[in-house]
């Protein structure tokens, strides 16, 4: 036997031949021994290191007892036999954060612009940084000193902030691989960073008109086309004439202008997202007005992908012109030269001065969905003719732009109880 627990005040009742006698409740009876009353009640008998050994405790401790008898009761046969070594488990190989992102990409989005932008980000702000830290030795302190770090490069915090969801992302993974227990960015220690409020500021009439008059007049109808039907600046150039259903009034906007490693190409709207804009007669007047003057141009470019299949549009607008700076120039625009060359020099041939934050081409964009707002077309309305996945960005966007919203709300809550004739007590 292992060992067991002896009662010292009481002892099993035996008949004539050594039997025990069992009450009416199944169990034993008890008869009192000599040593009833006196000293330790219960004794533990157990082995330990091959040798069998005992430990006393008192009345009423029947349960610690056995918890003990518990912990020691192996067989002394077990307690000679030699110790078997535990399984040592091999270390887990370390991998680095560079390595890492590398396997988890295999996975994910083949889109060649989603590609393009996280190598950027990875290449400039982390791998410098991060990239030979191994992913299992990932802590909140990492992620603060990278923060640190990050904040002394001289980007925005709404840019170091979709690194860090870049980062994060990254080590959910990890979380899910096994390779970390817990996300650090997702500690409370962790700051993301907060980026910059930013509030849109539609421009008025008379300095659209300005800005429009100091354009080239072969890039006017950008103006036109981005105030009248919400076009992003890579839309505007990749406009076609062809792109205008005339009977039915619409316009599709269907395509952009993509950079994927220095090669242009067409590719559809952001986030895949083709759209529908209501358009009017002078619309399409203008449109052909414009091609009267100026042919339109026809470009050729790979869709999608630079090795994708070619396709021919007919654009509204020209590319580059030749220059010192390109004597060979591509035949279409690159965003950051077509805002140095055409965009920037008319708020400097007009004399309006230019603000970089409020008066890129983007603010036309703003102004088209602020004269809807105006007019009183819904934030619903307004995402799909914007081209937003989501209408609640379109609703923290555009919201303070909605005309004499505190006026309307309490002139609708007051109309609502107004007294009536027909109601009654």
């Known amino acids: 036997m292992a060992g067991h627990v002896e009662d010292r005040w009481y002892k099993d009742r035996k008949d004539a031949t050594g039997n025990v006698i069992v009450?009416?409740?199944?169990?034993?009876?008890?008869?009192?021994?000599?040593?009833?009353?006196?000293?330790?009640?219960?004794?533990?008998?157990?082995?330990?290191?091959?040798?069998?050994?005992?430990?006393?405790?008192?009345?009423?401790?029947?349960?610690?007892?056995?918890?003990?008898?518990?912990?020691?009761?192996?067989?002394?046969?077990?307690?000679?036999?030699?110790?078997?070594?535990?399984?040592?488990?091999?270390?887990?190989?370390?991998?680095?954060?560079?390595?890492?992102?590398?396997?988890?990409?295999?996975?994910?989005?083949?889109?060649?612009?989603?590609?393009?932008?996280?190598?950027?980000?990875?290449?400039?702000?982390?791998?410098?940084?991060?990239?030979?830290?191994?992913?299992?030795?990932?802590?909140?302190?990492?992620?603060?000193?990278?923060?640190?770090?990050?904040?002394?490069?001289?980007?925005?915090?709404?840019?170091?902030?979709?690194?860090?969801?870049?980062?994060?992302?990254?080590?959910?993974?990890?979380?899910?691989?096994?390779?970390?227990?817990?996300?650090?960015c997702k500690a409370d220690s962790v700051r993301r960073p907060v980026p910059e409020e930013y509030r849109p500021e539609p421009w008025p009439r008379e300095k659209c008109l300005t800005i429009r008059s100091g354009l080239p007049p072969e890039y006017r109808p950008l103006m036109d086309i981005a105030l009248r039907a919400g076009h992003r600046q890579m839309e505007a150039l990749a406009f076609s004439p062809d792109d205008m259903d005339r009977n039915n009034l619409k316009l599709h906007i269907q395509r952009q202008i993509r950079w994927i490693n220095g090669k242009p190409v067409f590719g559809l709207p952001k986030r895949r997202k083709t759209r529908e804009v209501f358009i009017t007669e002078d619309f399409i007047t203008m449109v052909d007005d414009h091609t009267t003057a100026h042919e339109p141009y026809d470009v050729t470019l790979p869709w999608l992908v630079p090795d994708g299949d070619l396709i021919t549009v007919r654009l509204l607008v020209p590319g580059p012109p030749p220059s010192q700076r390109h004597p060979f120039p591509p035949p279409v625009w690159r965003g950051n030269n077509f805002a140095r060359d055409i965009w920037v020099p008319a708020f400097q041939t007009t004399a309006t001065p230019y603000r970089k934050r409020i008066d890129g081409f983007h603010a036309l964009r703003h102004t088209f969905a602020s004269n809807l707002l105006a007019h009183g077309v819904s934030l619903i309305e307004l995402a799909n003719l914007l081209g937003h996945l989501d209408p609640a960005f379109t609703a923290r966007t555009y919201t303070h732009l909605i005309p004499e919203s505190p006026h309307r709300i309490r002139r609708a809550m007051t109309e609502a109880w107004l007294p009536s004739p027909h109601l009654t007590a």
């Open 23 to 184: 009450g009416k409740n199944g169990r034993p009876l008890k008869d009192k021994t000599a040593l009833h009353g006196t000293g330790m009640r219960y004794r533990v008998r157990y082995y330990a290191d091959g040798s069998e050994r005992s430990k006393s405790f008192p009345d009423r401790s029947l349960g610690e007892a056995e918890k003990f008898l518990a912990l020691h009761q192996v067989s002394p046969l077990v307690k000679l036999l030699p110790a078997s070594k535990p399984e040592e488990k091999p270390e887990p190989k370390l991998i680095t954060f560079r390595d890492y992102t590398t396997e988890v990409r295999k996975g994910r989005s083949k889109d060649p612009i989603a590609v393009a932008s996280v190598d950027t980000r990875l290449n400039t702000m982390v791998l410098p940084y991060l990239g030979d830290v191994p992913v299992q030795h990932f802590t909140t302190s990492t992620m603060r000193e990278w923060l640190d770090w990050s904040s002394g490069r001289g980007v925005k915090d709404s840019y170091r902030a979709q690194i860090f969801d870049t980062i994060s992302g990254f080590l959910q993974a990890a979380v899910f691989d096994g390779l970390l227990e817990r996300n650090p």
